[in-house]
């Protein structure tokens, strides 16, 4: 069974600081990780996706991605109040579009 | 782009009734449709997945005759719960996919269901 694991937290950060966010998957032959935010009552919203070794930035956002390690993170820097929230990692295999879910880490940033 | 409704946001409905919620891409075709369901303080359960034109395939542990989904068209899939109970209160979110080679999924504000 196809596994995406996250610490639940909540991680705690002061407002401005990096927010670091892990994620490790069970299967070595997932292809696309993305990282969705959820506000508490709300519905997921797409921050980014990954599907390269390395490093992608948006903005503010930083994906990190290790095939080899099996892992993906998302950093946050800056941090600010608006960002606390739960923040999903997904995995798609490559074949079909079904993803599997991590249960989210919940991020709280203090002011 | 991308934008993915719900409707209705929620609803409240006796035991024993059946409701329909609809999901809508509007600015683009969607191949594939999920459904999911979130209880409190928990993550993402995906129910079904949704093909225009083909029967939808559900997860284990899923009743496919008590959760009725329909895929009519490209931008429009529809969930009914059918004999609602009040274990059936849940929030339900859809999710669209264009289908491009990363399968990102762009998901809709979620229907908020209550069965008294």
């Known amino acids: 069974q196809k596994e995406v694991e996250q610490n639940s937290g909540p991680l705690s950060v002061p407002e401005g600081a990096i927010a670091s966010l892990n994620c490790t998957y069970s299967d070595r032959g997932s292809q696309s990780f993305f990282w969705y935010r959820q506000y508490s009552g709300k519905s997921p919203e797409l921050i980014m996706f990954i599907y390269s070794n390395g490093d992608k930035e948006d903005g503010r956002f930083t994906a990190q991605l290790n095939k080899a390690s099996q892992y993906v993170s998302l950093l946050i820097r800056d941090s600010q109040p608006s960002d606390s929230a739960t923040y999903l990692c997904a995995v798609n295999d490559g074949g079909y579009q079904k993803v599997t879910f991590g249960t989210g880490t919940k991020l709280q940033v203090i002011p | 782009g991308a934008v993915v409704s719900q409707h209705p946001s929620w609803v409240i409905c006796k035991s024993g009734t059946s409701v329909k919620i609809e999901c809508r891409s509007l600015d683009f075709q969607a191949t594939t449709m999920f459904w999911y369901r979130q209880f409190p303080k928990q993550s993402l359960m995906l129910m079904a997945t949704s093909n225009e034109g083909s029967k939808a395939t559900y997860e284990q542990g899923v009743e496919k005759d008590k959760f009725l989904i329909n895929h009519a068209s490209l931008t429009l899939s529809t969930l009914t719960v059918t004999s609602a109970h009040p274990e059936d209160s849940s929030f339900y979110i859809c999710?669209?996919?264009?289908?491009?080679?990363?399968?990102?999924?762009?998901f809709g504000p979620g229907t908020r269901l209550t069965v008294l």
């Open positions: 999710s669209a996919s264009v289908g491009l080679s990363h399968h990102e999924q762009f």
